[in-house]
């Protein structure tokens, strides 16, 4: 499953035109979550976001 994930991430990442970094302003929820990252990946035909997160 693991390796799955990697390449659908790797065949975004190679179809991708730009690649820009940014970040989620959530505040805190009842359950407070600290997002670590987000991109946007985008083509002329498509758009893809992968976001990573961590919580306490």
Do not use: C
């Amino acid at each position: 499953m693991l390796k799955s994930r990697e390449n659908e991430v790797r065949r975004i990442v190679e179809a991708a035109d730009t690649i820009e970094a940014f970040r989620l302003e959530t505040g805190h929820p009842a359950y407070p979550v600290f997002w670590d990252f987000a991109y946007l990946f985008q083509s002329d035909a498509s758009a893809g976001i992968l976001i990573g997160s961590s919580s306490d």
